[in-house]
């Protein structure tokens, strides 16, 4: 993700020969394909492709290759995305007390695993704060607890104003309006601390204590207006026994939440996932 | 299991000094302990034990040391049972039509995995006939189509005739009426191809595939009345992608269900799981 | 792969446009390209493709098309290989006397979830003789104990009358010479019973106890004159346990033996793996 | 671990009645055994367990009871060894240049996960200072590179005035010489990245992409005079395909290796294990 190149994205309806056409296009201006992956849903008859393209070469200007690819994106009826690399995200991070999650993001981004630039940190609790300043990121603190409509006003106004693209909840303990889900709608990443759909809403691991699961589990999703019910990009289980008590699950689903959560982001942000109705298409990395 | 002993299984009210004193009436019969699980449950206040003894150099006969544990056994007001190795438990498998789940339990029988004798093969179709002949195993179709209840009434008296111990339900299509469910309570197993409590019911690969998630499962359990709510005694996962299809899920979910249907008879068979209400406690081996 | 189609695998140096070229050709003559995996090694400056291509539509035979590839190919200064589907590959089975991955083997041909025909099973001990019966199976018993050159001189012999393209080393207790290796390179699968490149050679799991691991596995590889050493198609593990026996092991090994074989071989016949000097290139399934 | 109790800890050869004999001293002093973890190894003869002991109601002082047990303990030819709860072990993290195991560590610390104290951070590059300074904890910076015996002299200075109780080798790449290995034997812990005994030595990532295996791993150990041949505490794997560069090998590696020293460290602190020779006993949590 380090070079200059692009990706493009791409959904369609499946027709054959649209490899052939996208390759023609990159080769016919010099670009050179390095990752491609491809899925042709059968049942569905759709297309969706993610195309790494090293742009040295090319014989015109990397914004007018973009732009004209619109004629055969058109006529393939496609959604299509292009993003320039090397890229970096901007994005936001959602967290009420615990901080593992927060931690995890910060730490990767730091190494260089997550091409993000967390442009803040927005808390409805002062918890998080200490990382934020640490990290030498503003913080937020958003009172939800009065007035929630204005909690959640403020926050879009909060993320509208720093431009950001992707609002991450790392255990935010809130559920979002439905007009917030719209407005960001594919662009807010949540990790729900359970294996769904088992388990959808509150207190998760005691309800998988009391369930008497063997295994648990995180989910990490895109955000819709149903619950817990959005397009699943990456799932992590863990092995658990009658001894561990709701305690323990919640110590030994930590490392679920962080690795699917992380794992969720960089995908999200190398464009490697497509959103597909219900369903995301993630080409994995 | 093939050396001559005894297992010993008990729960009670938790108290300080239980281990103490059965230990003290094995060793105090010259019992040898070769394995002792415990369980402590310090939010229910239960206590849960097995034992696993070499009854070689007793000093009382093998029938007296079980009777003889009445007294102690009472007085901690537990529930316990004694099993006599090697021990070979009565099973009758009841099938549809696929047949991996009975061929993992044919094929693990045979090499010795499973102490179980089969005493039956039951189905409600004719497809897994040619495997109860070729392992010689005495093979019933009962009809469940033009009149269940007379279906389930026929199978209840084959189990009876044949003094099975435990019922196998290897993808038994069927749902027990709460009557048989009680007769053969902790006594019944069944497989279920999801990850419990999630996609309980019919197709759940097909509800896997249209939710998206990227892990499928299986789940072992104990059947009670309520479907698919019995305690879980062991549950298995595999990784899937966007590109699997339903009958891909199928395909990597047989692994799951063949794998977790083996290790919980297992577990029962060798006295390894203690039902506690909704949830079992498994000493693996 | 039960569909009329063709699958098309590719390696050759990198270059830009490739995927173009390629993706022109069988565009070019209608062909439908239903699944594309590429890989750019950027390290080796190679590139690797397979293809499944639906041919229903294609303007010239199935024939002409694969052999008119030849002037793309040569250009490209590609191997190449194309196979007609559906197709089930002729395959023998070489054994000793543990049957548990004859077994499975067997069983998910007759599933049809691997597109063999086997053509004879190939044992130096009569312990699997059963199975291939049961099976309808010729089973061929080879001695290696008094003359080995001879006991492999029969082997081969048996292969090339039986137009074998695929040899299984089903837990076969021998090492390939090394002119066998060759005869039959890229087209010899072996399992072996550890996390290779951990424990080569004998009795891996008693080596495995010794060292006292947490993990045990098994490895499908491809067989070259190195012992063990040839590129890995697929691995699997399993947790265990300071309480387990080296007989546990076995037993707990059976299952990772089991799918990493089953695996492998679908991988294979279904031309998902490409051969890249120590290393395997595979798109699952 | 929060509450006011005792662990014990004992190995010794096995015979008839030690369950007994060790729940009785324990019940006749009024403990409370809440959680008790055995291992009657058949193969060695040997015995080894794992108490948990409540001493509120204790009808002696605690140091009577552990002085007490002598007794016993000298009569079983045990090793044994009594720790007071709450407790919180005093360890010292060795590092050079990479911090993702310190930073897992200071953060579950922190977090409570791991009950240690760490007494300070010692490092042969400064690399991981800040984050010593971050969590306010002394560093060390000691040069390995101009008087290597003089570097490790200076180690045990600090580890002795310090009163370390265990040393944990957090990716620190330093081979210990054998009389450092002999003062703090069953003290050092190391995690080493891969899956061992595969790719002991330098660069394991790098020789895991040349062997092309499909799983990579790492290796909680105890260190001993043997490189990297200690016994093996817990062990992570991670799946990888072939179009992982060895960058990549290293990026994934790094979540086996922080859950796999994490779970080490936090079963030594938990006194959950017993070295047997070149095996570690586990009792997990």
């Given at each position: 993700m380090s070079r200059p190149g692009l990706i493009l994205k791409l959904s369609c309806p499946d027709q054959a020969g649209i490899v052939a056409k996208i390759a023609n296009y990159v080769a016919g201006h010099r670009?050179?394909?390095v990752e491609f992956n491809q899925f042709s849903d059968q049942l569905g008859s759709k297309f969706f492709a993610r195309l790494e393209i090293e742009t040295?070469?090319?014989?015109?200007d990397v914004q007018d290759f973009m732009d004209g690819f619109g004629t055969l994106g058109r006529s393939l009826q496609a959604d299509w995305h292009f993003r320039r690399l090397p890229y970096r995200m901007r994005a936001a991070v959602l967290v009420t007390k615990t901080d593992h999650c927060l931690n995890e993001i910060l730490w990767r981004t730091e190494l260089g695993e997550l091409p993000v630039e967390i442009t803040s940190i927005i808390g409805n609790?002062?918890?998080?704060r200490p990382h934020a300043e640490h990290a030498r990121i503003p913080f937020h603190l958003v009172d939800m607890d009065a007035d929630k409509p204005a909690g959640f006003a403020e926050i879009r106004k909060l993320l509208r104003e720093q431009d950001v693209e992707l609002v991450i909840?790392?255990?935010?303990m809130q559920i979002l309006p439905d007009d917030f889900c719209r407005e960001f709608a594919g662009r807010v990443i949540n990790i729900h601390?359970?294996?769904?759909?088992?388990?959808?809403?509150?207190?998760p691991y005691q309800q998988a204590y009391e369930r008497g699961v063997k295994l648990i589990g995180a989910t990490c999703h895109y955000v819709t207006a149903d619950l817990d019910a959005g397009p699943i990009i990456e799932q992590e289980v863990e092995r658990v026994h009658h001894f561990h008590t709701p305690a323990d699950l919640v110590r030994l689903g930590r490392n679920c939440e962080r690795n699917a959560i992380a794992k969720g982001i960089r995908y999200h942000v190398h464009d490697r996932t497509i959103i597909d109705g219900h369903r995301a298409i993630v080409f994995p990395d």
């Open positions: 670009g050179n394909l040295a070469d090319l014989d015109v609790r002062p918890n998080c909840l790392a255990r935010f601390h359970s294996f769904l759909p088992a388990f959808i809403g509150a207190n």
